[in-house]
């Protein structure tokens, strides 16, 4: 499992798969970024997506837009709505965030790589299904150092979650609170 901050995520297969009753069918397949899983689902079951009426690109996991879950988060730690009662700074939030390039960065990926590793040789022994080796061939490439961007894990920090908060409180106060000025009475 990894740990991050209160989050808990569990990768261990084997786990999942032994909760399973014993003359359960398991059918492993890969994850791959060009189909849909849903349609995947769908043909293992001996169907078209014809058959169920859906449309054979539609794609449920796709990342959606980095200032929705960063507004998630904000709204899951603060217990405020920042779509709601901070409409400017979600806006900036949205502009700096949703055209940017974020990546789970380098070192990410190698505690990601190395905390499913044991779980995935397993899955590669048991069904010969390798996992997560476009991720591993794009961490050991000399492109990864080099890349730009921001860090995942650093967009979705305490220290952006108070910067959010800092706007929103700014964006509360009368306009001349924000550069330093004071009514006179």
Known sequence: MVRWQESVF???YRVLLDQLPSAATIIARPFCRETSVIGDFVSILGLSPADVKMDPE???????????ALAALYR????RN???DCAATMQA????FDSADIDLGVSGKQR??????TSNRWMDA???MPMLTDMVR????????????????????????????ELCRSESRPSWWTFGFRRRR
């Open 82 to 84: 920042l779509e709601k």
């Open 10 to 12: 569990a990768f261990d």
């Open 58 to 68: 539609f794609r449920i996991n796709t990342r959606g837009a980095i200032s929705v």
């Open 126 to 128: 048991r069904f010969g």
């Open 138 to 165: 794009e961490v050991g490439s000399p492109a990864s150092t080099t890349r730009s961007g921001l860090d995942l894990e650093a967009v979705f920090s305490t220290a952006t979650l108070s910067l959010i908060d």
């Open 76 to 79: 899951n730690r603060t217990g």
């Open 93 to 96: 939030v949205a502009r700096a």
């Open 112 to 117: 990601l790589i190395a905390a499913v590793e």
